[in-house]
């Protein structure tokens, strides 16, 4: 009932700037928590940061204040400002919904998972 795509990756110097988006389409009551993941070559997927339907965020520790997240809910989209990008943010970054669905008789939570934007920090 959800799709999510992001945009906004690419290849930056270290100590560049990028900001990735990820918007969110389909038949759905409402989007709740927002998250952005990423996965480096060869290592686990790992959780950067969350934003709530209010707006409250949470950072992982290895952001430090370098990452913002953001989002506009009339435009179903979430934004993450990256700065002082270090060549360890080198990774595939995928956004992530949990929506919910309204049926018939019951309302669901449903989490879905974007495809995923590279961003690689070298010079």
């Known amino acids: 009932q959800a799709q999510l795509v992001e945009s906004g990756g690419g290849l930056v110097q270290p100590g560049g700037s990028l900001r990735l988006s990820c918007v969110a389409s389909?038949?759905?009551?409402?989007?709740?928590?927002m998250r952005w993941y990423r996965q480096a070559p060869g290592k686990e997927r790992e959780l950067v940061a969350s934003?709530?339907?209010?707006?409250?965020?949470s950072y992982s520790d290895f952001i430090k204040g370098r990452f913002t997240i953001s989002r506009d809910n009339a435009k179903r989209t979430v934004y993450m400002q990256m700065n002082s990008l270090k060549p360890e943010d080198t990774a595939v970054y995928f956004c992530?919904?949990?929506?919910?669905?309204?049926?018939?008789?019951?309302?669901?939570?449903?989490?879905?998972w974007g495809k995923g934007t590279l961003v690689t920090v070298s010079s």
């Open positions: 992530n919904a949990d929506v919910s669905v309204k049926y018939q008789t019951h309302m669901a939570i449903l989490t879905y």
């Open positions: 389909g038949s759905f009551f409402s989007i709740n928590a």
């Open positions: 934003i709530t339907s209010s707006s409250n965020t």
